[in-house]
């Protein structure tokens, strides 16, 4: 036999006892692959990895709050709506209220279809056949180290990446169940969200939107600051893309500018297309919950892409309501009024050079936001919102997620205070550009 022919056959061989243990790992766990999903799940999930497998859902046993070291079992419930290539692997994270993971969260090797050996899991989702349901128990435990809440976290990785999750999820990691630990110690300095006062423009001189923001009620602007790694609230050091946010308001129009650094533009959609998923190339990203109580209910969801394409919608409450994998989501019907722009700072889509970034101006008329209580805002009033500047279905936030959600998650929304200065009140006097905001930062 020859050297090379030798060679083919250990290939060969070695890709038969691939194909056999996949086979047989298949058979021995027939228990857990069902033809069409159990009529009963406790906890409904609509997440989708890769737009080819689904999370359906999952549950708990026992449902109630637990204590550092306890013992529970995780049952998720996936589906295979289309085959994926080879090296796919489920994992699971227990996170602290940071959204860091705790010692001994790591979860990714334990249950029957996770039992793994020579790296690779008895029934990864790389084996996962179209249409089949495969139920995925885990027995785990609550590390001793854990605080008052821990968030359990899932997702599907090979090598160094991880499928992208839909909704959008920071880390690619879906936040799937937040459990009570009763006795579990609070972990220090717990970020509170962020917070800006707004001073309103007097009239005559509001920008003129054409994404150069070279108007001096610009350089008095409220300003989110840089914007932060969403999973932890520190300065963004692995994310590719970084950014800020300035705002302005009068009785017309809420103003934003997103200023945004990014080394490698990305455009590649139809120009003549609205409500496409800009969130899977590069966008900035505006959510609004017009009253300001972080309930999940009527709020507003703003994407703008490098092309100046738009993605917007109203939902009723968290990521609700849902068209499946490929949308609706949300109400896409809804459409804001008013007019954007974007300047880059580079070009779109070519690999040979090293990008600067681009900036987003965008004027939004209150009159868009008919679920809100009042509309445009008075003096005092308090709106949530957040900001993103995303890439690839994940991004840096104003204020972070902490684990506690994905990134329409409304109680981790930060908040604005709208201000009329008294001399605005009784006329139209005008104020000086400096003098038209002052952003405070908490």
């Given at each position: 036999?020859?050297?090379?022919?030798?060679?083919?056959?250990?290939?060969?061989?070695?890709?038969?006892?691939?194909?056999?243990?996949?086979?047989?790992?298949?058979?021995?766990?027939?228990?857990?692959?069902?033809?069409?999903?159990?009529?009963?799940?406790?906890?409904?999930?609509?997440?989708?990895?890769?737009?080819?497998?689904?999370?359906?859902?999952?549950?708990?046993?026992?449902?109630?709050?637990?204590?550092?070291?306890?013992?529970?079992?995780?049952?998720?419930?996936?589906?295979?709506?289309?085959?994926?290539?080879?090296?796919?692997?489920?994992?699971?994270?227990?996170?602290?209220?940071?959204?860091?993971?705790?010692?001994?969260?790591?979860?990714?090797?334990?249950?029957?279809?996770?039992?793994?050996?020579?790296?690779?899991?008895?029934?990864?989702p790389s084996d996962w056949r179209r249409g089949k349901v495969y139920v995925d128990e885990q027995p785990l435990r609550i590390p001793d180290e854990a605080g008052p809440?821990?968030?359990?976290?899932?997702?599907?990785?090979?090598?160094?990446?991880?499928?992208?999750?839909?909704?959008?999820?920071?880390?690619?990691?879906?936040?799937?169940?937040?459990?009570?630990?009763?006795?579990?110690?609070?972990?220090?300095?717990?970020?509170?969200?962020?917070?800006?006062?707004?001073?309103?423009?007097?009239?005559?001189?509001?920008?003129?939107?054409?994404?150069?923001?070279?108007?001096?009620?610009?350089?008095?602007?409220?300003?989110?600051?840089?914007?932060?790694?969403?999973?932890?609230?520190?300065?963004?050091?692995?994310?590719?893309?970084?950014?800020?946010?300035?705002?302005?308001?009068?009785?017309?129009?809420?103003?934003?500018?997103?200023?945004?650094?990014?080394?490698?533009?990305?455009?590649?959609?139809?120009?003549?297309?609205?409500?496409?998923?800009?969130?899977?190339?590069?966008?900035?990203?505006?959510?609004?919950?017009?009253?300001?109580?972080?309930?999940?209910?009527?709020?507003?969801?703003?994407?703008?892409?490098?092309?100046?394409?738009?993605?917007?919608?109203?939902?009723?409450?968290?990521?609700?309501?849902?068209?499946?994998?490929?949308?609706?989501?949300?109400?896409?019907?809804?459409?804001?009024?008013?007019?954007?722009?974007?300047?880059?700072?580079?070009?779109?889509?070519?690999?040979?050079?090293?990008?600067?970034?681009?900036?987003?101006?965008?004027?939004?008329?209150?009159?868009?936001?008919?679920?809100?209580?009042?509309?445009?805002?008075?003096?005092?009033?308090?709106?949530?919102?957040?900001?993103?500047?995303?890439?690839?279905?994940?991004?840096?936030?104003?204020?972070?997620?902490?684990?506690?959600?994905?990134?329409?998650?409304?109680?981790?929304?930060?908040?604005?205070?709208?201000?009329?200065?008294?001399?605005?009140?009784?006329?139209?006097?005008?104020?000086?550009?400096?003098?038209?905001?002052r952003p405070t930062l908490r």
């Open positions: 036999m020859t050297r090379e022919v030798g060679l083919l056959l250990a290939i060969s061989l070695a890709g038969c006892v691939e194909r056999s243990r996949s086979g047989s790992n298949a058979a021995r766990l027939a228990h857990y692959i069902l033809e069409e999903p159990p009529a009963v799940i406790p906890h409904r999930e609509e997440r989708v990895f890769g737009g080819k497998i689904r999370l359906l859902g999952y549950s708990l046993d026992p449902e109630g709050p637990l204590r550092p070291g306890q013992e529970f079992k995780l049952t998720l419930y996936w589906q295979c709506d289309e085959r994926l290539d080879g090296g796919w692997q489920l994992f699971t994270h227990l996170l602290d209220e940071q959204g860091s993971r705790l010692p001994g969260g790591h979860f990714d090797n334990i249950g029957p279809l996770r039992e793994t050996s020579s790296g690779r899991q008895a029934l990864p809440r821990v968030a359990l976290a899932v997702g599907i990785w090979r090598e160094d990446q991880r499928l992208p999750v839909s909704p959008p999820a920071p880390q690619n990691r879906a936040i799937v169940a937040e459990l009570q630990v009763v006795g579990g110690v609070a972990p220090p300095g717990k970020r509170e969200v962020p917070s800006l006062r707004a001073v309103k423009l007097a009239k005559g001189v509001a920008p003129v939107i054409d994404g150069k923001l070279d108007e001096p009620a610009w350089a008095g602007a409220a300003t989110t600051g840089p914007l932060v790694d969403v999973a932890t609230g520190g300065p963004n050091r692995i994310f590719p893309v970084n950014g800020s946010v300035r705002l302005l308001w009068d009785d017309t129009n809420l103003y934003l500018a997103f200023e945004v650094a990014d080394p490698k533009l990305l455009g590649g959609l139809d120009p003549g297309k609205r409500d496409q998923r800009l969130w899977e190339r590069s966008c900035v990203e505006i959510m609004i919950d017009p009253d300001g109580d972080g309930d999940n209910q009527d709020y507003y969801e703003i994407q703008i892409s490098p092309q100046n394409l738009i993605f917007d919608s109203q939902f009723d409450g968290y990521n609700l309501p849902r068209g499946g994998p490929n949308g609706p989501f949300g109400h896409q019907e809804w459409s804001f009024v008013g007019n954007t722009a974007v300047q880059l700072r580079g070009s779109l889509d070519q690999d040979d050079d090293v990008d600067q970034g681009y900036t987003v101006e965008a004027a939004i008329a209150w009159s868009s936001f008919g679920k809100a209580r009042r509309s445009p805002p008075t003096d005092g009033d308090t709106w949530r919102f957040n900001f993103y500047a995303m890439k690839h279905n994940s991004g840096v936030a104003w204020s972070p997620i902490l684990g506690e959600g994905n990134f329409h998650k409304a109680s981790r929304f930060g908040r604005i205070t709208f201000i009329t200065p008294p001399s605005l009140t009784s006329s139209s006097a005008a104020m000086a550009p400096s003098a038209l905001v």
